[in-house]
């Protein structure tokens, strides 16, 4: 909670995003992020300004698409954000897979490096809002479906058109919504497979040929720890993480607020600096 006379005030990280705008708020005195809150894109504005309410102008920093467009004390790519933070909380993170509202940016730690699929959408939280509002369901309710597929329907493309004339041809069907989206996050995950680095996709496989090995010792206890997280929106689907878990075989985790990694980590780049 904000409290308004605290004297060591707020350091206030905004990730002005495409599809949300979101806002953390660090109090520099009790060291953690005591608010978190998010309005849609384009009521960024306003969330602009309450910022500005709660700290002086020099202590509000801006990540996000649209973070040059308000005045701030600083700004930084989502990339920086996502990777401050993630080295701040969990320092064995390699990979950072960050789906977002429009794009997937798939940042890998150690090389400094990170690969942007912004060419097509699927995957990324409007493809499946698009898919949730043709089937008459919220985003959010993707994950129970997921969980309550029993037979998971197959989706070859990985295109967001042609998947999605595929699930509406397997509708019509009659094939049960809750195997549609299992299929459809199995689909998504292997795209986004796609795009993590070679390193990480050998890990996956020896990972594997571990577990294949274990199984046939009958050991229990497979060490899975492998530093790789799940960032923005669509990591709340835990429908699509743990088709991607099942895709990668490794071990996804995912923090407690994914959404808001990036505002955090906006606050957090600037927390030593000022
Ligand atoms: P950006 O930073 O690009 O604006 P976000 O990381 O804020 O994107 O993610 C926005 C997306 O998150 C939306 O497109 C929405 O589909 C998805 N999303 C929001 N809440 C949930 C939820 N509870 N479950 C699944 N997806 C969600």
């Given at each position: 909670?904000?409290?308004?006379?605290?004297?060591?005030?707020?350091?206030?990280?905004?990730?002005?995003?495409?599809?949300?705008?979101?806002?953390?708020?660090?109090?520099?005195?009790?060291?953690?992020?005591?608010?978190?809150?998010?309005?849609?894109?384009?009521?960024?504005?306003?969330?602009?300004?309450?910022?500005?309410?709660?700290?002086?102008?020099?202590?509000?920093?801006?990540?996000?698409?649209?973070?040059?467009?308000?005045?701030?004390?600083?700004?930084?790519?989502?990339?920086?954000?996502?990777?401050?933070?993630?080295?701040?909380?969990?320092?064995?993170?390699?990979?950072?897979?960050?789906?977002?509202?429009?794009?997937?940016?798939?940042?890998?730690?150690?090389?400094?490096?990170?690969?942007?699929?912004?060419?097509?959408?699927?995957?990324?939280?409007?493809?499946?809002?698009?898919?949730?509002?043709?089937?008459?369901?919220?985003?959010?309710?993707?994950?129970?479906?997921?969980?309550?597929?029993?037979?998971?329907?197959?989706?070859?493309?990985?295109?967001?058109?042609?998947?999605?004339?595929?699930?509406?041809?397997?509708?019509?069907?009659?094939?049960?919504?809750?195997?549609?989206?299992?299929?459809?996050?199995?689909?998504?995950?292997?795209?986004?497979?796609?795009?993590?680095?070679?390193?990480?996709?050998?890990?996956?496989?020896?990972?594997?040929?571990?577990?294949?090995?274990?199984?046939?010792?009958?050991?229990?206890?497979?060490?899975?720890?492998?530093?790789?997280?799940?960032?923005?929106?669509?990591?709340?689907?835990?429908?699509?993480?743990?088709?991607?878990?099942d895709v990668l075989g490794l071990e996804i985790k995912v923090p407690k607020n994914p959404k808001f990694v990036n505002?955090?980590?906006?606050?957090?780049?600037?927390?030593?600096?000022?």
């Amino acid at each position: 909670m904000v409290r308004k006379n605290e004297r060591e005030g707020y350091i206030i990280g905004l990730d002005l995003g495409s599809t949300a705008a979101k806002m953390a708020v660090f109090s520099s005195g009790r060291k953690r992020f005591v608010q978190l809150k998010e309005c849609p894109a384009h009521k960024y504005r306003e969330l602009y300004e309450e910022a500005l309410d709660i700290a002086s102008v020099q202590s509000i920093f801006c990540t996000g698409y649209h973070r040059n467009s308000v005045p701030s004390g600083g700004t930084i790519t989502e990339i920086v954000a996502a990777s401050t933070w993630a080295k701040k909380r969990y320092p064995n993170t390699e990979v950072i897979i960050d789906i977002g509202g429009q794009d997937i940016k798939i940042i890998d730690i150690p090389r400094n490096d990170f690969r942007l699929n912004d060419k097509c959408s699927a995957g990324t939280g409007a493809f499946l809002e698009l898919f949730a509002s043709r089937f008459g369901v919220e985003v959010s309710e993707l994950g129970n479906l997921h969980k309550k597929s029993t037979s998971p329907a197959s989706i070859t493309s990985t295109c967001a058109v042609f998947a999605l004339s595929e699930v509406i041809s397997l509708s019509v069907q009659g094939v049960r919504i809750e195997d549609i989206v299992a299929g459809l996050h199995k689909a998504l995950a292997k795209r986004i497979f796609s795009f993590v680095p070679e390193r990480i996709k050998e890990m996956s496989k020896s990972r594997r040929n571990q577990d294949a090995s274990a199984k046939l010792k009958k050991s229990s206890s497979v060490e899975k720890e492998t530093g790789v997280i799940c960032i923005g929106g669509p990591a709340m689907n835990t429908g699509l993480v743990s088709a991607l878990k099942d895709v990668l075989g490794l071990e996804i985790k995912v923090p407690k607020n994914p959404k808001f990694v990036n505002a955090m980590g906006a606050a957090l780049f600037f927390v030593d600096n000022i």
